[in-house]
């Protein structure tokens, strides 16, 4: 079944080249969204586009505040207004807070805080003259947690979702949601890198006493597909009451039920 709200829409997609942004961006095409699909590596971005009715690709850093009004503007220009806001793209530098550079703290704030905010403010000053549109914002099971060696992603992470509560709560009065994914392990390039060998995938579900993290209860990593589900749910009327709403879908793995 299609939700309402989200065929014929234009929906703007960051970190869309790849994992789950290359999953959430198929998710709403496939149900009929017209998509603008951003991410720093145009390129890859474009051959997905090219795989979407009616998409466009657009070569984007969002740490560039300029470039983020600038894609939105043209993105605007080719494709309507965009009615549907998902900030995706992320990076993550693992490192103990003792061992984190001024480079790579600078970095993860940089993209995943200061990125956000600048399409976060760029979507909803649009979105707000129009008086309709929904933002989902893709954070991490890790902004609610605290995980070793992920000092800065998981305090960069908790910023980015109260920055989108606290957007939700000023547009509120304006018919805008703003709703939050957060994504526990998921099977992409961002979460193999951080492990060392083939088995890591189960010591993963397994969960691990030593580094105080106690698995996922349901078995199995989060696929992208199920992220993309989640965004289009809250983008959707499906869930025209709701906001200011983190979802985790994260396999029960910090075991908030
Ligand atoms: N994979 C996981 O286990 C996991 C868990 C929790 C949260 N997340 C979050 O989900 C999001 C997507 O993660 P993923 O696993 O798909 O990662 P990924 O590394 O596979 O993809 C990230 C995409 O973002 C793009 N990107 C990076 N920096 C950018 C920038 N400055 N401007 C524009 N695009 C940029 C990359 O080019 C890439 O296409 C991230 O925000 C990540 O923090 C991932």
């Known amino acids: 079944m299609t939700p309402d709200g989200i065929a014929g829409r234009t929906a703007l997609v960051t970190g869309a080249a790849q994992g789950i942004g290359a999953a959430v961006a198929t998710a709403l095409a496939s149900r009929g969204a017209i998509v603008a699909l951003t991410d720093s590596d145009g390129e890859a971005a474009h051959r997905l586009a090219v795989t979407l009715d009616g998409s466009r690709a657009y070569r984007l850093d969002v740490t560039d505040c300029a470039a983020v009004e600038r894609v939105f503007t043209a993105a605007e220009a080719d494709l309507g207004p965009v009615d549907i806001c998902v900030p995706v793209a992320g990076i993550l530098r693992p490192a103990y807070l003792l061992e984190t550079t001024d480079t790579d703290w600078r970095a993860t704030f940089d993209v995943n805080t200061t990125g956000v905010f600048h399409v976060l403010r760029c979507a909803g000053r649009r979105m707000a003259d129009r008086g309709r549109g929904s933002i989902v914002t893709v954070s991490s099971n890790a902004a609610g947690i605290p995980r070793l060696g992920m000092a800065a992603y998981a305090a960069a992470k908790a910023a980015t979702t109260l920055l989108t509560k606290?957007?939700?709560?000023?547009?509120?009065?304006?018919?805008?949601?703003?709703?939050?994914?957060?994504?526990?392990?998921?099977?992409?390039?961002?979460?193999?890198?951080?492990?060392?060998?083939?088995?890591?995938?189960?010591?993963?579900?397994?969960?691990?006493?030593?580094?105080?993290?106690?698995?996922?209860?349901?078995?199995?990593?989060?696929?992208?597909?199920?992220?993309?589900?989640?965004?289009v749910f809250l983008a959707s009327d499906q869930a025209r009451h709701i906001t200011m709403h983190d979802l985790y879908v994260d396999g029960g793995a910090t075991l908030r039920a």
Do not use: F
């Open 166 to 231: 606290c957007l939700g709560l000023e547009l509120a009065d304006r018919g805008l949601r703003c709703n939050v994914v957060a994504p526990g392990s998921t099977d992409t390039a961002m979460q193999r890198a951080l492990w060392t060998g083939p088995d890591d995938a189960t010591g993963v579900i397994a969960g691990s006493l030593a580094t105080y993290r106690t698995g996922i209860p349901l078995g199995r990593l989060v696929e992208p597909a199920d992220i993309a589900n989640a965004v």
